[in-house]
T-cell receptor, first 118, second 112 residues
Framework: DSGVTQTPKHLITATGQRVTLRCSPRSGDLSVYWYQQSLDQGLQFLIQYYNGEERAKGNILERFSAQQFPDLHSELNLSSLELGDSALYFC?????????????????FGEGSRLTVL | DQQVKQNSPSLSVQEGRISILNCDYTNSMFDYFLWYKKYPAEGPTFLISISSIKDKNEDGRFTVFLNKSAKHLSLHIVPSQPGDSAVYFCAASGTSYDKVIFGPGTSLSVIP
């Protein structure tokens, strides 16, 4: 158990719809990352938040958005869904900034949310 | 633009032998390199990492080698065990809690 919780685990929806994926990071972790893994693809970085603020952006579509709340949980919103958005969406968290002596780049991943768009 | 590359999609190794997984990167600003293991239906889990100031890091059966001049790193698993069968992702990040970039992964099968 990584300590990162993602809900829902599975989600089936139709094209054009909107869904929200939720992530609770490990206790004490201020950074949250979102990754997308499509069929036979690697982990594509979407976006990173640190303590409520956007830190880095990857190949995130304009139809997708995310935020991190004061309690540090994060939500990934996917709208106007297309068939190609079907994928596993992973959330990860990492040790807080400032603890440079223990920084290894290690991320702790949740089990993922599997989105199927029909 | 793929900054972290794993050119072998799959690898099969006999149990007890050495598994060598390779990774190349293009961004010389990367400071940390990591290997993650992923089983089906689970999230990736951290395996081992190496800082750019080192050329080798060892943890039990797992050793990571870094060749900065070649922008290449490798993961050695000795001896390989059937439970090591998984997808292995190489990843890299910068110094300041930057985004962690993953390679496409290599699927390792250890044959009993």
């Amino acid at each position: 158990d990584s300590g990162v919780t993602q809900t829902p685990k599975h989600l089936i929806t139709a094209t054009g719809q909107r869904v929200t994926l939720r992530c609770s990071p490990r206790s004490g972790d201020l950074s949250v990352y979102w990754y997308q893994q499509s069929l036979d693809q690697g982990l594509q970085f979407l976006i990173q938040y640190y303590n409520g603020e956007e830190r880095a952006k990857g190949n995130i579509l304009e139809r997708f958005s995310a935020q991190q709340f004061p309690d540090l949980h994060s939500e990934l919103n996917l709208s106007s869904l297309e068939l190609g958005d079907s994928a596993l969406y992973f959330c990860a968290s990492s040790v807080e900034e400032g603890v440079a002596s223990v920084y290894t780049g290690e991320l702790f991943f949740g089990e993922g949310s599997r989105l199927t768009v029909l | 633009d793929q900054q972290v590359k794993q050119n072998s999609p799959s690898l099969s190794v006999q149990e007890g032998r050495i598994s060598i997984l390779n990774c190349d990167y293009t961004n010389s600003m990367f400071d940390y390199f990591l290997w993650y293991k992923k089983y089906p239906a689970e999230g990736p889990t951290f395996l081992i990492s190496i800082s750019s100031i080192k050329d080798k890091n060892e943890d039990g059966r797992f050793t990571v080698f870094l060749n900065k001049s070649a922008k290449h790193l490798s993961l050695h698993i000795v001896p390989s065990q059937p439970g090591d069968s998984a997808v292995y992702f190489c990843a890299a990040s910068g110094t300041s809690y930057d985004k962690v970039i993953f390679g496409p992964g290599t699927s390792l099968s250890v044959i009993p």
